[in-house]
């Protein structure tokens, strides 16, 4: 089949004066030559490799391409369209193209008034998305990314072209990594907890003088332990919060109580004595007090951590109005404003992190936990001038 559109193609543009009528964008670069006085066979031998080349693209690559007119139906299709669309070209040709239009996407950040196409042939913009979904013929849908760039000859908007590729099989090995962290995240939970039991019982009983190195040591494994403990927790948790099955063990608590025990039980002593806290007498609301005192560790360690030694950190907790405020502010090594968008997105570091241990989980798992209570999450900072990160969450009560 692509022997024979080859053959058809090159018998089209065979004729010496013949001006494409049908205009798309690469044409234009022959009108140079056209009018640049070359003659009529050499013109003609160009124009055939240019589409030769253009068809071979096309024809080569893994990517699903199609191609529209200004009216929406379609003029070309690539073989590697026909096996993602599961149709033959000859079926599609001179269809219009709804049934190939990405579906409204819940997740698109780009917000078009029409159909993307319709918007790409109105705008002459080049239109692309991560998440979308497409829909056979026989009306299966498939994830794809798309880009749909317009064809424009003298200033005007002759169609435009599409370019897939199916993400089902992408998606179905992040799904199995996810499954895989999740079940060997459990499994490293039993053997912790046993060590993390034992150090406390340890730490315990060499509160004695003379034990110091030992106190030391019990100290360095908890808190390395602990350290592991929120990474397992912030795996499970996120993907758990993804896929909506958190289960918030809601109950009427006080965030100031959930704050003070979470940095007495979760903050090593020598880090809580650079910790400043300045709390309303009583925040009270509906909410998960484990979720919560989660948050509030990722955010007071993160505080400690991007931060020199010894350099305060404020934490502040009152109320205005229906919501509960939670501020962390340090002097640390703050985060540029490019960052700042991305910072709660699974797996983000920012710049400034450095050399600095981490995975990006746990602002990411944060910004799960708050929204699931109906709150939100957010950060100030610049690039080395320190940061303050926010948590409001809705308070219970007049
Ligand atoms: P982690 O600290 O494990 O990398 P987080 O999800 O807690 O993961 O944080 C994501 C990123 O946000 C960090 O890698 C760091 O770049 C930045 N960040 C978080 N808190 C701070 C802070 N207080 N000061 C500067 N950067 C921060």
């Not at 269809?95 to 579906?103: D, F, G, N």
């Not at 090593?268 to 560790?297: F, N, S, T």
């Amino acid at each position: 089949m692509a022997t024979q559109e080859y053959v058809d193609l090159d018998r089209n543009t065979l004729g010496t004066d013949y001006i494409p009528s049908e205009p798309v964008e690469f044409w234009d670069a022959n009108r140079q030559f056209l009018s640049a006085g070359v003659d009529g066979h050499e013109r003609a031998d160009q124009l055939r490799r240019q589409l030769a080349l253009g068809s071979a693209i096309m024809h080569s690559v893994a990517e699903g391409m199609y191609a529209i007119d200004e009216r929406g139906r379609i003029t070309f299709v690539n073989p590697a369209a026909e096996a993602l669309l599961g149709s033959r070209e000859a079926e599609l040709l001179g269809r219009e193209a709804p049934a190939m239009m990405p579906l409204p996407d819940a997740q698109c950040t780009q917000i078009l008034p029409g159909p993307a196409l319709v918007e790409v042939l109105r705008s002459g913009l080049t239109y692309r998305s991560e998440h979308a979904l497409f829909t056979r013929q026989d009306y299966s849908v498939f994830p794809v990314a798309y880009s749909a760039a317009p064809i424009i000859t003298d200033g005007k908007v002759g169609g435009a072209v599409v370019a897939f590729h199916d993400l089902t099989e992408v998606q179905r090995l992040q799904r199995s990594q996810e499954e895989f962290l999740t079940l060997l995240s459990h499994d490293l939970r039993t053997p912790l907890a046993a060590i993390l039991g034992h150090a406390q019982q340890i730490e315990r009983l060499v509160e004695k003088p003379g034990l110091e190195r030992v106190a030391t040591g019990v100290e360095a494994i908890l808190k390395s332990g602990r350290r592991l403990n929120r990474l397992i927790q912030d795996v499970l948790d996120r993907s758990r919060l993804e896929a909506g099955q958190a289960l918030l063990r809601l109950e009427a608590v006080d965030l100031v109580a959930v704050l003070t025990l979470s940095i007495a039980e979760n903050i090593p002593a020598q880090d809580r004595a650079r910790l400043e806290v300045d709390a309303a007498d009583e925040l009270p609301m509906i909410a998960d007090p484990i979720h919560i005192e989660r948050v509030m560790v990722n955010l007071v360690t993160n505080a400690l951590k991007y931060s020199q030694p010894g350099s305060p950190v404020v934490v502040r907790a009152f109320r205005t109005g229906q919501h509960a405020m939670v501020s962390v502010a340090d002097q640390g090594v703050g985060i540029d404003a490019d960052d700042v968008p991305r910072l709660f997105e699974k797996y983000y570091r920012a710049r400034t992190a450095g050399a600095t241990q981490g995975a990006g989980l746990g602002l990411y798992s944060s910004r799960l936990i708050v929204e699931a209570h109906g709150g939100r999450i957010w950060v100030q900072s610049e690039g080395g001038a320190g940061s303050t990160f926010w948590f409001s969450l809705p308070v219970s009560g007049p």
